[in-house]
Every structure is written in structure tokens, then in C-alpha cells.
Nanobody, 126 residues
């Protein structure tokens, strides 16, 4: 069983920064066996892909709207994946979810993720 716990959300002014963390716990396979991703869902909208990282941390990908502003990283020794969010905009306001995939590669498709956290709220004021 895998559990994911997000933290670091909050209220920030436009142009500000936040760093989200996602702590992984699992009994069968180590954190380093999973590809990880961040998704978000704004009120009234569908969940969308934000960023993903492969199991080693050597490959990443981002949705176009956050490229150059957000950075995903992982620390396999700490069983944690991060999302550094800079130059935040009001349109970044959403609940942010961490997800784990049994596939080790970078994955953008939410259907390929097998475990999800409960989410953390990010609100960016104008």
C-alpha cells in the first residue's frame, strides 16, 4: 500500500513562491521505483497535469503554462517529491495533487498513475 501526503500549500500574492512537498510511504517497493507527478484541479475545471519526474530524477516534463516558473524535483533518500512554484499567478489557484506511478518513466497521463494524495490548496491572490 502506498500513501502520499502533500504539504506546503497556502495563500500567496501574485509573483510569490511556494514549495510543495509530497511524502511517500510504501511497504512493497521503494520510492525510487516510482515515477511521480503533480496535478492540479481548479474549481469547476477538470484535473490537469502540471509536472512529472522519472524514478531517478533525471528526466522531467511540464505543462506549457508552468514551464520556466515551476520545477519538480525528488529526493529518493527522503522519499519526497517537491514542486517549487515561482512567479505564481492567480490562474495557478487550485488544489494540487501528488501522484505515483508504477512506471519509472515520465508520465503526463493521469490514468497511468496508481496512487494519489489528498491534495493541498494553493491560492494566489491578485
Amino acid at each position: 500500500q502506498v500513501q502520499l501526503l502533500e504539504s506546503g500549500g497556502g495563500l500567496v500574492q501574485a509573483g510569490g513562491s511556494l514549495r510543495l512537498s509530497c511524502a511517500f510511504s510504501g511497504r512493497t517497493y521503494s520510492f525510487a521505483s516510482y515515477g511521480m507527478g503533480w496535478f492540479r484541479q481548479a474549481p469547476g475545471k477538470e484535473r490537469e497535469f502540471v509536472a512529472a519526474i522519472d524514478s531517478s530524477g533525471g528526466d522531467t516534463t511540464y505543462t506549457a503554462s508552468v514551464k520556466g516558473r515551476f520545477a519538480i524535483a525528488r529526493d529518493n533518500a527522503k522519499n519526497t517529491v517537491y514542486l517549487q512554484m515561482d512567479s505564481l499567478k492567480p490562474e495557478d489557484t487550485a488544489v494540487y495533487y501528488c501522484a505515483a506511478s508504477i512506471y519509472t518513466i515520465v508520465i503526463m497521463d493521469s490514468d497511468q498513475y496508481h496512487y494519489w494524495g489528498q491534495g493541498t490548496q494553493v491560492t494566489v491572490s491578485s
